[in-house]
């Protein structure tokens, strides 16, 4: 498929700013087939009316209350777009910083953020909101829009939480199947183990035992409920806490991977590059010049 355009974030927002915007195309306003890729996330409702959505080779129709989600690497378009009304969430997930903790535990969240190297784009909507559901995501995405546009106190830090209670609402209601719930329950107990222990050498042994299960149990059933294999998920507790030590302390480097479990300091830089497409130290200057400008 062709690709006419290119888009990056700095369309909407500046340097230094929170990697997250909302762009509202009211019916009869957005164009047909004018296919471009981004090298943004992007999650998309439909308001109201109808359309077609094409990805690669998909073309698929869509209508009022359908959820996409499409991440970079992806050329698309949508068609008849004559009474189609859409909400966008732009954001882009390798910079933007989340306390993760147990969001994989919702299985939408994955679709929103995977892990890295896992992303999949589909022209298929991933949900669909109806009624009552489709009306108060809608407020709550226009509340983080007036948000984003203006400069009160707190702007950035209220409206980070505000994109994480629309995620954790969309996430709740898509209809998406929930794991057994005694499986569910388990597995949150290795979990729990995990955000509490990463800092030491946590062995897959001992989660399958808290767990209650065989080791191969525990990996069929951790990976259905999160989303991702236990040493993965614990990669992304342990990055998570770097990158909060790396904008709110004055330790080293070395000091960082060492307090987040990392015994190599150049294994740290490897898989902090891959997680945030930068390196820590380029990281912490960027995080903290956006703190001196607030």
Known sequence: MLRNYHSTIRSYISEGKLPLWVVHREAGLHPARLFHDHEYSEIALIISGSARHILESENIPIEAGDLLVIHPGASHAYDHTENMEIINLVYDRTKISLPILDGYSMPLFRIFFPGHGKQQNSAKPVAHLEGQNLQET???IRRLEDELKNCRPGNLFYSLALFMEILVRISRISGYKIPEQRVHFLIGDAVSYMNRSFADAVQVEELARIAHMSQRSFHRHFRETVGCSPVDYLMQIRLQHASDLLINSNSTISEIAARCGFYDSNYFCKKFREA?????????????????ER
């Open 138 to 140: 809608v407020r709550m």
């Open 276 to 292: 945030f497409a930068t390196t820590p130290r380029t990281f912490r200057t960027e995080h903290r010049s956006l703190t001196r």
